[in-house]
C-alpha cells in the first residue's frame, strides 16, 4: 500500500509545506507517542535536531504532541542521528525522534522515528503510526499530561560513547585532522571527541546559523575540506553531513575517499583481527564493481541490497553481518551502532590509520575502481521509466555491457528525479551510454 508520509528515511519535505509543517509535526507526536504507550511505565521519548532553523518550529510542535498523549519527552539539541538512537536505548526511552534532512539544504526538515532499541522502526509500524496520524488520538487526562526536559549532558554521553569505540592502546597524538561538521549536528561532539583522544584538531563547518548546513561544507561537498587538508599539512580530512551518519574521508593530498575504499579497509582490518562477522561486507546496488573484486580476491564476500541505509542494515541483521554500508558514506558497525555513525566510522578509519604507521593515501586507497557515472535527470511529473524511447535505450546499453560493466536506472524515493549509473572497464563506452539514457529520459519527460 502506498505512503502518505514516510518515504524512504522517515518523514521528510520542504519546511511549511505538505507533510513538514508544525501541524504536522504535532500530528505525528501525538501518533508516534499514542502508538508506543504500552505497559504501565511512564513513557518517555528522546527528541534530537541538527542546525537548521525550522528545528526549533518542528521541535516544539513534536513536544506538544507527544505530551498530549500522555508521553515524557527528553530534549537533547542538536545532536548526531546516531547519538539519538543510542541515547533512546541508553535512556531507557520507548522512542526517539530525530529531526533532520541529513544532507539536503536547509530548507527541507524532516522526521526520523526509532524504536526502543535504537532501530529504525519497520514498515509495519510506520504504517500504523501513519493510520493514527489519519486518525484520531486519544488525549491523555489532565493530571496524565506528559512532562519535558533538556537533558544539558547528552553531548558529553554521546562523546564519551564515540571514543569507547577507538582501541584503548591507540591515541590520536601527533595526527592533524581537519575535521567538517557540514555546520550540521555533529558541530560541537566531532572536535571535541577527536582532541580528546589526542589530535591536532583543525575544524571548519563548525559555526551553524540556521541556513548554512551542508552549504558548500560537509560530506556531498569535500572540496573546501580538500583544500583546507593541503593547506593546513594536515594528514587526512574528516567529513559529516547534516546529521552525521555519513562520512567521506580525504587523504593528505586532499583526494577523496569514498564509503567503498572506506569500507574495504574496516572490512580488512576486521578480518585480520577475527572480529569480521559474515564473511564480508554488505553494500547496495551503488557501491563500485572495484570494490566486490577487491573483497573477492581476499576472500571475502559482498551481499548486495537495494539502495538505502535501511536495506543495508536489514541484510547485516538477517544474515548475521557487522559491516555493511553505501558509497555515500552511510557505514553501519553493528558491533557499536544501530543505525550509520559517521563518526565511529572515522574512528575505526584513524585507528586503522595509526597502526600502519603510513600515510592515509596509502592505507586507504584499497582497489582501483572501475569508472563509474552517475546523473541525475530531474522530471516534472509522470513515470519517464515506462516510455518505450527509455526502455530502448536501457535496453540497448545492457547489451553494451554484459560481462563488462553493470548499469542502475532507479527512480529518487526522495524527489522527482531518474538515476542513471553506468560502470565498467572502458570510461568512454560507460559515458557515452550514461548519455544516451538521460537523453531518452529528458525527451520523456519533455
Known sequence: MARRYFGTDGIRGLTN???MTAAMAMKVGMAAGAYFLRGDHRHRVVIGKDTRLSGY???SALVAGFTSVGMDVVMVGPMPTPAVAMLTQSMRADLGVMISASHNPFADNGIKLFGPDGFKLSDDAEAAIEALIDGESTLAPAQGIGRARRVDDAQGRYIHFAKSTFPENLRLDGMRIVIDCANGAAYKVAPSALWELGADVVSIGVTPNGININDQVGSTAPQTLSETVVASGAHIGIALDGDADRLIVVDEHGTIVDGDQLMATIAAAWARAGRLAGGGLVATVMSNLGLERHLAAQGLGLVRTAVGDRNVLEAMRARGYNVGGE??????????ATTGDGLVAALQILAEVQRAGAPASEVLHRFEPLPQMLKN????GGKPLDD????DAIAAAEAELVGRGRLLIRPSGTEPVIRVMAEGDDRAQVERLVDAICDAVRAAAA
Open 57 to 59: 518550529m518542528l521541535e
Open 377 to 380: 535527470v530531474r522530471f516534472a
Open 327 to 336: 558509497q555515500s558514506g552511510h557505514i553501519i558497525l553493528s558491533d557499536y
Open 388 to 391: 518505450g524511447r527509455v526502455k
Open 17 to 19: 509545506a505538505g507533510a
